[in-house]
Nanobody, 125 residues
Framework: QVQLVESGGGLVQTGGSLRLSCAAS????????MAWFRQAPGKEREFVAS????????YYADFVKGRFTISRDNAKNMVYLQMNSLKPEDTAVYYCAVHLFGAYYSDRPGDFGSWGQGTQVTVSS
């Protein structure tokens, strides 16, 4: 089973940028749609972005459109999330995940698996 490890989180000021990375081991990501989710304290896990296996089909949550960019490098078995113009409301633990069930455009956490431990992103005002 694929195991995912997220990294790249940290503390940044409003308007700053971070680049999150998701590294896979135990299998290849090249045949899977991948996604980033986030979970803030006291809130449910929410969809951020997803990318098809070859990168040609991408979806974003409305609240990150124009600010975040999801990408992947199948040769390196990596998925990335470039986050620009960060806001305090972007503060959350960010997770990457493998799409396992449901429609290809799914944004439901239950349709994804192989969750990593997450990486904390904190945006100060």
């Amino acid at each position: 089973q694929v195991q995912l490890v997220e990294s790249g989180g940290g503390l940044v000021q409003t308007g700053g940028s971070l680049r999150l990375s998701c590294a896979a081991s135990g299998g290849t990501l090249s045949t899977y749609r991948m996604a980033w989710f986030r979970q803030a304290p006291g809130k449910e896990r929410e969809f951020v972005a997803s990318i098809s296996s070859r990168g040609g089909n991408i979806y974003y949550a409305d609240f990150v459109k124009g600010r975040f960019t999801i990408s992947r490098d199948n040769a390196k078995n990596m998925v990335y999330l470039q986050m620009n113009s960060l806001k305090p409301e972007d503060t959350a633990v960010y997770y990457c995940a493998v799409h396992l069930f449901g429609a290809y455009y799914s944004d439901r956490p239950g349709d994804f698996g192989s969750w990593g431990q997450g990486t904390q992103v904190t945006v100060s005002s």
